[in-house]
Nanobody, 122 residues
Framework: QVQLVESGGGLVQAGDSLRLSCAAS????????FGWFRQAPGKEREFVAS????????YYANSVKGRFAISRVNAEKTVYLQMNNLKPEDTAVYYC???????????????WGQGTQVTVSS
């Protein structure tokens, strides 16, 4: 069975950092691009960051550029999202998705995790 499990969320103050993890199983990990998405209450899910299968290309939403960094460790079958200088507007449930192309984040929906909550207080 395919599973993506996000972890690492929590309650932090503005300016703090968190690192989210997405652990994958049951998939040919190295054949997939991965992305991070988030959904705040009352809002649609939005793209945050993505990474290609070889980790050569990365993409970021403008709102997180310079603050967030996506990475992957294929040997661990894990994708990370390092989040620095967190802001209250980063508060959301963060989801990991896997799919075909990092440069087309709409394709990163073959698999989804259950999400991990990130809450940033001012």
């Amino acid at each position: 069975q395919v599973q993506l499990v996000e972890s690492g969320g929590g309650l932090v103050q503005a300016g703090d950092s968190l690192r989210l993890s997405c652990a994958a199983s049951g998939v040919p990990f190295s054949n997939y691009a991965f992305g991070w998405f988030r959904q705040a209450p009352g809002k649609e899910r939005e793209f945050v960051a993505s990474i290609g299968r070889l980790a050569i290309s990365t993409y970021y939403a403008n709102s997180v550029k310079g603050r967030f960094a996506i990475s992957r460790v294929n040997a661990e079958k894990t994708v990370y999202l390092q989040m620095n200088n967190l802001k209250p507007e980063d508060t959301a449930v963060y989801y990991c998705g896997a799919g075909a192309r990092a440069d087309l984040y709409s394709t990163l929906n073959s698999y989804w995790g259950q999400g991990t909550q990130v809450t940033v207080s001012s």
